[in-house]
T-cell receptor, first 112, second 114 residues
């Protein structure tokens, strides 16, 4: 079983839709949960991170962590064509050699 | 700051050839790492380093060597290229102090092995 599971999509939504992206994980030691955005032929860039359980909001983006279910989500409100990218979740535990564990990424297309 | 830079951007090799992928960062980060990204597999850690002179293996180290002689540079060497090493390679760096530190990625090197 992989450490982190993520539905690869692809996901296609109309402009203005609410998008929900999700990951599940198996290692209960994970404490830091990150979402990266990767545009085509570019390197990943950090979108948001959260520590432990709870919600974090940044503009149109909301990250949720449910450690009891080992499930994290990223919500995008009022989606825009510029949000079209691949979204990768990543996780780390403080004492596991500083390694980040990545999901496979979900490809999102927002149609104008 | 240039951030994390990688060269070359693209490379085509023949099976059995060797080459070095270059990575440099100007943020004085202790931690540097190499990932490969393949369709359906996500980012997989090849090797990482927590400081000059210290390296360790990640999830998929076979066929690759690394060294870290300076804080800034972390080259990845392919000893004898194989078609299975066709991939996009990303170098990343971050600081290690504090509770959490953002990881910065380079733009990637697209490698094709024929």
């Amino acid at each position: 079983q992989k450490e982190v599971e993520q539905d690869p999509g692809p996901l296609s939504v109309p402009e203005g839709a609410i998008v929900s992206l999700n990951c599940t994980y198996s290692n209960s030691a994970f404490q830091y949960f990150m979402w990266y955005r990767q545009y085509s032929r570019k390197g990943p860039e950090l979108l948001m991170y959260t520590y432990s359980s709870g919600n974090k909001e940044d503009g149109r983006f909301t990250a949720q962590v449910d450690k009891s279910s080992k499930y994290i989500s990223l919500f995008i409100r009022d989606s825009q064509p510029s949000d079209s990218a691949t979204y990768l979740c990543a996780m780390s535990a403080r004492f596991t050699g500083n390694q980040f564990y990545f999901g496979t990424g979900t490809s999102l297309t927002v149609i104008p | 700051n240039a951030g994390v830079t990688q060269t070359p951007k693209f490379q085509v090799l023949k099976t059995g050839q060797s080459m070095t992928l270059q990575c440099a960062q100007d943020m004085n980060h202790e931690y540097m790492s190499w990932y490969r990204q393949d369709p359906g597999m996500g980012l997989r850690l090849i090797h990482y380093s927590v400081g000059a002179g210290i390296t360790d293996q990640g999830e998929v180290p076979n066929g690759y060597n690394v060294s870290r002689s300076t804080t800034e540079d972390f080259p990845l060497r392919l000893l004898s290229a194989a078609p299975s090493q066709t991939s996009v390679y990303f170098c990343a760096s971050r600081s290690t102090g504090g509770l959490y530190n953002e990881q910065f990625f380079g733009p990637g090197t697209r490698l094709t092995v024929l």
